[in-house]
């Protein structure tokens, strides 16, 4: 079955840099990659994603690239604000339209 | 638009207890619903996926006596966790998927479920 890995586990950041967090799959027929946002005691939040025809998508300071050949995709956050500190976590798709979801990522980002 | 929303948001029960959880999509009609249980700082795992009007479909070793799943409706999921053990405790949060839109699945706000 599908193995969604991502990386780093945590990862802090200053107000103003960029993060950037990267996970790989392992099943060639996933074709639909998104990424939520999961703050303390909430729900996951769709924040951007992408499909396997698309190599980049962008939507004002949150961008995801996807690599086929390799199997992986990563998620970029420009000009980080304290409002971005929370769990990330990504997926890809599977058979019967479930979605196989990584271990997260816990963003901290430092004023 | 995507909205949905889960009832209640928490919920503390006694052991032996059933707890039923509602999931509704709030603008849009739901062709497939999914249940996930979520332990602290660990990631979604799915339970079971729920079409409607057929029965909902288990993950490998999820119960499905203890973990009542109805999808009656394009727009409401419920799960009935039965004879509820302090072990069930956790968050459960559900998902929509609305056809029209492909993969996309939008996600309730969770319900913390805690069993003494």
């Known amino acids: 079955g599908e193995n969604v890995e991502q990386h780093p586990s945590t990862l802090s950041v200053q107000e103003g840099d960029s993060a950037v967090i990267k996970c790989t799959y392992s099943d060639s027929a996933s074709n639909y990659f998104p990424w939520y946002k999961q703050e303390l005691g909430k729900g996951p939040q769709l924040i951007i994603d992408i499909r396997s025809n698309v190599g980049e998508k962008k939507d004002q300071r949150i961008a995801v690239t996807l690599n086929k050949t390799a199997k992986h995709f990563s998620l970029h956050i420009t000009e980080t604000q304290p409002e971005d500190s929370a769990v990330y976590f990504c997926a890809a798709s599977i058979e019967n339209n479930r979605l196989a979801f990584g271990k997260g990522n816990q963003v901290v980002v430092i004023p | 638009g995507a909205v949905v929303s889960q009832h209640p948001s928490r919920v503390i029960c006694k052991s032996g207890t059933s707890v039923k959880i509602e999931c509704r999509s709030l603008d849009f009609q739901a062709t497939t619903m999914f249940w996930y249980r979520q332990f602290p700082k660990q990631s979604l795992m799915l339970m079971a996926t729920?079409?409607?009007?057929?029965?909902?479909?288990?993950e490998q070793g999820v119960e499905k006596d203890k973990f009542l799943i109805n999808h009656a409706s394009l727009t409401l999921s419920t799960l009935t966790v039965t004879s509820a053990h302090p072990e069930d405790s956790s968050f459960y949060i559900c998902s929509a998927r609305d056809a029209t839109r492909g993969n996309e699945q939008f996600f309730g706000p969770g319900t913390r479920l805690t069993v003494l």
């Open positions: 729920s079409n409607e009007g057929s029965k909902a479909t288990y």
